[in-house]
């Protein structure tokens, strides 16, 4: 565990709904620098409305998330938490990446346009300087000759590659994956997972929504299983898989493994 410091990420009695429905039920969570975190558990579970309100993709209805010891959607004053401007949103997600399950291309840009966009538009990087740090970015996740294709002429397993090397323009303090490789044919999770991987070798910091239990027992520091909106049981993917101790946790664990 690397367990030194200030935590990252504080996630603190965290409740979110969706009308009459309870998607979020008290999650409590703490995060340190250069750690991997994935969360697991059946569909439905509330892994994916978690990334997205760690992002303030989504509001939450109770509790708090704190990054970098800043509340995410508030500011602290006079004791008190007041929600904040989307301008002023939009300026703490720059240190928060997302790479999502659908890539989120954008169609009609090539892959260096695709990864330019963020340092260009929003951190007013020179274009030039951008464009070589985006290339550097390509050969880093293996795509170096792809810089020109657009990603209707790529596979998904690149698609998603490009993903990751956009997210990293913005050199994000944490970044967060959503179920990455779930949309890929098999023979090209492989590739994905490579990049990841020589992320945490690297030291950034992640949160991975995953099924792939391989990945999350030989990369990840903490195991995270949730179940109906909950933390059943989190810990070292050793002990987590080794010796569930929760049930519903073991059931899941019975199916995947």
Sequence with gaps: MKAAGEPLVRIVGVHKRYGLHEVLRGIDLTIHRGEVVCLLGPSGGGKSTLLRCINHLERIDRGEIWVAGEPIGYRLHGGALHELHERDVARQRRSVGMVFQ???????????????????????????????????????????????????????????????????????????????????????????????????REGMTMIVVTHEVGFAREVGDQAVFMFDGRIVEAGPPQEVFSRPRHDRTRQFLAKVL
């Design 102 to 200: 659908r890539f989120n291309l954008f169609a009609h840009r090539t892959a260096l346009e695709n990864i330019l966009e963020g340092p260009v538009n929003v951190l007013g990087i020179p274009r030039a300087a951008a464009e070589k740090q985006a290339r550097a970015l390509l050969s880093r996740v293996g795509l170096a000759d792809r810089a020109d294709y657009h990603p209707a002429q790529l596979s998904g397993g690149q698609q998603q590659r490009v993903a990751i090397a956009r997210a990293l323009a913005m050199e994000p303090r944490l970044i967060l994956f959503d179920e990455p490789t779930s949309a890929l044919d098999p023979e090209l999770v492989g590739d994905v997972l490579d990049v990841m991987r020589s992320l945490a």
